[in-house]
C-alpha cells in the first residue's frame, strides 16, 4: 500500500489511488520501489515505466451509476482565470447551460472528495468546456468524456491528449452526437490512462 498524503497534486493523488486498487484486488505485495509526476509532462513513471495520466477505478464506478439524460447544454464548474475568458461568451450563457466559477477543487478539505454536484452537471450535459490550465491538458477533458459530454477545447488548444478523441474547438460548430460521446468513452477506459491495460506494469499486480 502506498500512503497518500492529502496535500499531495491530483496527479499523484490518482495515482497512487489506482495502484493501491489493483495491489489490493490482487492480494499483492507492493512491488513497486519509485513513482514520479513530472505534472506538465501529463504523464507519470512506476518503476522507470512511462504511463499517461492514470485514473482509479472508483472514479469511473461512480460516474458510470449517474443518470446521462442530456438536459443542459454546455456545461463549466470550475475556477474562471483570465486566459479561460472565454468560457463567458454569451453563445455558452444559454438558459440551458451552466457556467460558474467554483473553487471546490482547490480546497485542500474537498478536494479529493468527489464533489456530486460537479459529476451529476457534467453527467447531464452535452458539452463540457474543456480549456487547459497551468499544463497542456486537462482533467476535466477526461472527466466529461466518462460523463458521455463532448469537450470543447479553447481554439488553438495545445492540449496533449485532445488527438486521440472526438472533441470540438471554440470556433466549430457544436453538435451533440452520442455515438461519438460513446466511442470517446470506449477509447478511453481501454486505454493506458488506467493501470489494467497496461501489460509492461501486469508483473506488478497478478497474482
Not at 11 to 40: D, T, W
Not at 77 to 90: A, F
Not at 103 to 130: A, H, Q, V, W
Not at 166 to 186: G, R, S, V
Request: charged letters at 25%; one cysteine or more.
Amino acid at each position: 500500500m502506498l500512503s497518500i498524503n492529502f496535500n499531495e497534486v491530483y496527479q499523484l493523488f490518482y495515482l497512487k489511488k489506482a495502484i493501491n486498487e489493483l495491489v489490493n484486488k490482487n492480494n499483492k505485495n507492493n512491488k513497486i520501489n519509485a513513482i514520479m509526476e513530472p505534472a506538465r509532462n501529463g504523464c507519470n513513471y512506476i518503476n522507470n515505466i512511462k504511463t499517461p495520466l492514470i485514473f482509479p477505478i472508483y472514479l469511473l464506478d461512480y460516474i458510470n451509476k449517474l443518470n446521462k439524460n442530456k438536459e443542459i447544454d454546455y456545461n463549466f464548474v470550475g475556477t474562471i482565470i483570465p486566459h479561460r475568458n472565454w468560457i463567458k461568451k454569451k453563445k455558452y450563457q444559454t438558459h440551458n447551460s451552466i457556467i460558474k466559477s467554483s473553487n471546490y477543487g482547490r480546497d485542500p478539505k474537498k478536494k479529493y472528495e468527489i464533489d456530486k454536484e460537479y459529476y451529476d452537471i457534467m453527467c447531464k450535459s452535452k458539452f463540457t468546456l474543456t480549456p487547459t490550465g497551468d499544463c497542456p491538458w486537462s482533467y476535466r477533458f477526461f472527466e466529461a468524456i466518462m460523463c458521455l459530454s463532448i469537450p470543447i477545447l479553447e481554439d488553438n488548444s495545445n492540449d496533449i491528449y485532445m488527438k486521440d478523441y472526438f472533441c470540438f474547438f471554440d470556433k466549430d460548430e457544436h453538435f451533440y452526437d452520442i455515438n461519438m460521446a460513446i466511442k470517446n468513452y470506449n477509447t478511453f477506459i481501454n486505454s493506458k490512462h488506467f493501470l489494467k491495460n497496461i501489460k509492461e506494469l501486469d508483473f506488478l499486480f497478478t497474482p
